[in-house]
């Protein structure tokens, strides 16, 4: 069975860190490119993050540039998006979603979905 799982997100206080995670069973995800988007309430979901199938190739939205860093663990078959330096506009909850041809910012373009985990940025 194909499936994306996300996890590691919660409640932090602005400043602070999260690393996400995104694990993927019943396929290799080291084949397809992996992007992280997120849908704040009452807003468009927006890709934050993009990792291509070599891990030179990366992309981030303007606004976590500098803050945000995505990565591969081919040997757990998961991809992480570490997060510093949080602020409350960054909550949202988090989706990864993979694509077999390279990083797009067009979500639709993607062909599976996590269940997304929530980020909370808060005092």
């Known amino acids: 069975q194909v499936q994306l799982v996300e996890s590691g997100g919660g409640l932090v206080q602005p400043g602070g860190s999260l690393r996400l995670s995104c694990a993927a069973s019943g396929f290799n995800l080291a084949n397809y490119a992996v992007g992280w988007f997120r849908q704040a309430p009452g807003k468009e979901r927006e890709g934050v993050s993009c990792?291509?199938?070599?891990?030179?190739?990366?992309s981030y939205l303007d606004s976590v540039q500098g803050r945000v860093t995505i990565m591969r663990d081919s040997g757990k078959n998961t991809v992480y998006l570490q997060m510093n330096s949080l602020k409350p506009e960054d909550t949202a909850v988090y989706y990864c979603a993979t694509r077999l041809y390279g990083c797009t910012p067009i979500e639709t373009l993607y062909q599976s979905w996590g269940q997304g985990t929530q980020v909370t940025v808060a005092s």
């Open positions: 990792i291509g199938t070599t891990s030179f190739k990366t």
